[in-house]
């Protein structure tokens, strides 16, 4: 089974920064798009960033300006640079990979998240 594992999440008080990765491990053929999402206790899960295989990024409304998003190919990782941070941007952020396991087969798969928290 593919396996994506977040790390990075912490405490950091507004206007901080942190660097979330999440490396895809197992038996993959190829990745496509990766992106990020969040979700806070009682709401949905909403969209932070996608990111092409060809590096294309899309943005959330809320974080456009403020976070980053890339990935490393070659190491099966996305990142997630994370500026200016507000408290709203406190949340459980996961990470998302369309991965082709074999030819007949593609799926999203979602890490387990990594939390994070905005305060003073």
């Known amino acids: 089974q593919v396996h994506l594992e977040e790390s990075g999440g912490g405490l950091v008080q507004p206007g901080g920064s942190l660097r979330l990765s999440c490396k895809a491990s197992?038996?993959?053929?190829?990745?496509?798009?990766m992106g990020w999402y969040r979700q806070a206790p009682g709401k949905e899960r909403d969209l932070v960033a996608t990111i092409a295989s060809s590096g294309t990024p899309n943005y959330g409304d809320s974080v456009k300006g403020r976070f980053t998003i890339s990935r490393d190919n070659a190491k099966n990782t996305a990142y997630l640079q994370m500026n200016s941070l507000k408290p709203e941007d406190t949340a459980v952020y996961y990470c998302?990979?369309?991965?082709?396991?074999?030819?007949?087969?593609?799926?999203?798969?979602w890490g387990q998240g990594t939390q994070v928290t905005v305060s003073s």
């Open positions: 197992g038996i993959i053929l190829s990745i496509g798009v």
């Open positions: 998302n990979a369309r991965i082709r396991r074999w030819t007949q087969e593609v799926n999203d798969y």
